[in-house]
T-cell receptor, first 113, second 113 residues
Framework: KNEVEQSPQNLTAQEGEFITINCSYS?????LHWLQQHPGGGIVSLFM???GKKKHGRLIATINIQEKHSSLHITASHPRDSAVYIC???????????????FGKGTKLSVIP | EADIYQTPRYLVIGTGKKITLECSQT?????MYWYQQDPGMELHLIHY???????EKGDLSSESTVSRIRTEHFPLTLESARPSHTSQYLC????????????FGQGTRLTVV
């Protein structure tokens, strides 16, 4: 069982819709990342969270440490938001491997005009 | 725009060939990483480096090797490519501990025939 679970696996939305992607993890973490992977494979780091909430443009990321859960929201979705969104956590006990992220499988988002 | 580059973007090569995937960053980051991603699956760390002359294996066993002779350059080599090496390889770098700000390359999609 993967330590990082994302839902949904696939998501199709109409342009303009509000989108939520969820990430749950089962172990203690020191940080959580949301990444965006474009169809060509390139990855962009969207957010790094250790508590609370962050906002960048139409993207909002929240994290609840007690519930081991994070959400990525996209407001007023647009076709250019179509991508795979990946949740990744930095495990708190990583020790010598403290740079090792554990990744979810990703959520494939398609926004239709 | 992230200053981390991978070449080639796509590579189709025959079994038994030696290949080197290039990764360079111009940000002066000490920490660099190689990830492997099979289609529809999560990324797995295969190698990382804390700085020049420092390389470590990641959580996923890989037959590839890496070197870090210069800060900006972190090439990955497969001495004898096999079809099981067919995958996408992503390079990343970060300045701070805990992946506070990570930059990813565009990836190299490798097919071994």
């Amino acid at each position: 069982k993967n330590e990082v679970e994302q839902s949904p696996q696939n998501l199709t939305a109409q342009e303009g819709e509000f989108i939520t992607i969820n990430c749950s993890y089962s172990v203690g973490i020191s940080a959580l990342h949301w990444l965006q992977q474009h169809p060509g494979g390139g990855i962009v780091s969207l957010f790094m969270l250790s508590s609370g909430k962050k906002k960048h443009g139409r993207l909002i990321a929240t994290i609840n440490i007690q519930e081991k859960h994070s959400s990525l929201h996209i407001t007023a979705s647009h076709p250019r938001d179509s991508a795979v969104y990946i949740c990744a956590v930095l495990l708190a006990y990583s020790g010598a491997g403290s740079y090792q992220l554990t990744f979810g499988k990703g959520t494939k988002l398609s926004v239709i005009p | 725009e992230a200053d981390i580059y991978q070449t080639p973007r796509y590579l189709v090569i025959g079994t038994g060939k030696k290949i080197t995937l290039e990764c360079s960053q111009t940000m002066g980051h000490d920490k660099m990483y190689w990830y492997q991603q099979d289609p529809g699956m999560e990324l797995h760390l295969i190698h990382y480096s804390y700085g020049v002359n420092s390389t470590e294996k990641g959580d996923l066993s890989s037959e590839s090797t890496v070197s870090r002779i210069r800060t900006e350059h972190f090439p990955l080599t497969l001495e004898s490519a096999r079809p099981s090496h067919t995958s996408q390889y992503l390079c990343a770098s970060s300045e701070y501990t805990g992946f506070a700000e990570a930059f990813f390359g565009q990836g190299t999609r490798l097919t071994v025939v």
